[in-house]
């Protein structure tokens, strides 16, 4: 190493610093100021890594440029011929997104350039082309979207942007979900159905987070929960944040949670929705809802290991029944929420308690209030196996003009399992009215787990639905 008027030259250069590694054949710069590294570059922090040929850092505003640069985040790898990174995001040319591990590749996006800005977090792809099992499927000319929003189904799961479905209600529908960019903090998803018996359907929802607590994982391609006043370099060396706790369920089926998993550590959010007959499963029959819009205010609370959820919502609905008569009135509602923490029973067995309450208004001074306590066991295995059975009580007062506010069975039972065996994942959930002494709904899901996609089929009595989707797993919360 050479030290010359506050500039350091090396070869064979390391650097260990906290939790970033920097591995180079040469360097030559000074900190603070800039430096460049040439020859087998090496960043690596946790479990990410990223290597190149030459590696220029301005350590004044946290800039880095790096050439031919390669990333590997099991089971992806991205490559780009240019990468450089800034406050204001992240630009790269010959972007290439592919499967890391070895097979077919299932999916691969390449682009011909890019921008990812870091305040409205909106990636712009220019001349775009997916590929699908080495086929490709389309090209782009120009692609824009916001990352790590729109594209995600129930339960923050990632999905191809093209589904189908067969109900008894709509018949054989091709569905089409798009995210919509609209700025920093801000989701929107757009998804729209061509039916064979019902016509049209779509849905437009769009939300803005007013605040969000800290969370997340911190990465080298932005600064994400970085402490507010932190130097560039901080931000660059800072460890990353832990992240969220894996799921025990792979939430292929289309049944509403037994027990309404936990959100964002913290979230104060605004929401609006617009719907045109969107299909809506209920005991006794199938209804098309549309909302006209819809604005909502919600909120997620952490307690503890449990949680406070609280949410009011106003707009005006229409109900279409399969006798094609419709139902309009406004509706109000508000939902308050709250989570025990698990309770551990024995071994993996733990003991879930919620309460919430719902109260609804509507035109004329007609009023719907529900109490609800549900009590569940629950059992993660591992390996994306689990079992779980509970009762869900209610208790119901004042009448509903809307089929789907109705509440299905005032002692519910219900009974979910999966059992994943080898590259196939199946999941079954039964539903019981404990009064009735009857099983009211059922579904079961099959997976094909690949090394990035993961096609699903579902079929549910209620509605005599099948669903088929793609999911990629790797790309979800």
Do not use: C
């Amino acid at each position: 190493m050479r030290w010359e008027r506050g500039r350091t030259q090396a070869r064979d250069f390391k650097l260990d610093w906290g939790t970033l590694s920097v591995r180079s054949g040469s360097v030559d710069g000074s900190i603070p100021g800039d430096f460049r590294a040439a020859g087998g570059i090496v960043l690596r922090r946790e479990d990410e890594e990223i290597r190149g040929d030459n590696l220029f850092v301005n350590a004044k505003d946290g800039t880095f440029q790096i050439d031919r640069a390669e990333s590997v985040l099991l089971p992806f790898r991205l490559s780009a011929a240019q990468l450089e990174r800034s406050t204001q995001g992240v630009r790269f040319t010959s972007l290439r997104l592919d499967q890391a591990l070895p097979g077919r590749s299932e999916l691969a996006l390449a682009a011909r350039a890019g921008r990812l800005d870091a305040q409205s977090g909106r990636l712009t792809l220019q001349g775009a082309t997916l590929s699908v099992l080495g086929a490709r499927i389309a090209t782009i000319p120009r692609l824009t979207f916001a990352v790590g929003t729109g594209a995600r189904g129930s339960g923050g799961r990632m999905e191809m942007p093209v589904s189908f479905r067969q109900s008894r209600t709509s018949g054989f529908a091709t569905g089409l979900r798009l995210p919509v960019p609209l700025g920093a903090n801000t989701a929107a998803l757009a998804v729209w159905e061509s039916t064979t018996t019902r016509g049209e359907q779509w849905a437009f929802d769009a939300e803005r987070a007013l605040y969000r607590g800290a969370g997340g994982r911190r990465s080298f391609f932005a600064d994400g929960d970085a402490p507010r006043g932190a130097s560039p370099l901080d931000r660059l060396l800072a460890p990353p944040a832990p992240s969220r706790l894996p799921v025990a369920y792979a939430d292929i089926l289309t049944l509403p949670d037994l027990i309404v998993p936990p959100g964002d550590p913290l979230l104060f959010r605004v929401a609006a929705s617009a719907h045109r007959r969107r299909e809506f499963a209920r005991r006794g029959a199938v209804v098309l809802v549309s909302r006209l819009p819809e604005v909502r205010l919600d909120g997620h609370i952490p307690l503890g290991n449990g949680f406070a959820d609280v949410r009011w919502s106003a707009g005006d609905y229409r109900e279409e029944n399969v006798l094609r008569s419709v139902t309009s009135s406004p509706r109000t509602q508000v939902v308050a929420r709250v989570a025990a923490p698990p309770l551990p029973i024995a071994g993996p067995v733990r003991l879930q308690l919620q309460g919430s309450g719902l109260l609804h208004r509507y035109s004329e001074n007609r009023r719907y209030d529900v109490g609800e306590a549900r009590i569940a066991l629950d059992a993660p295995l591992g390996n994306r196996n689990a079992i779980a059975a509970g009762v869900i009580v209610r208790k119901e007062s004042g009448l509903t003009p809307f089929l789907f506010d109705r509440v299905e069975a005032g002692t519910e039972g219900q009974v979910r399992g999966q059992i994943s065996i080898g590259s196939v994942i199946t999941a079954v959930a039964v539903r019981f009215d404990l009064r009735q002494h009857r099983i009211f709904d059922r579904e079961i899901g099959i997976g094909w787990k690949g090394r990035i996609l993961e096609p699903r089929l579902t079929y549910r009595t209620l509605g005599s639905q099948i669903g088929f989707t793609v999911a990629v797993p790797a790309l979800s919360l």
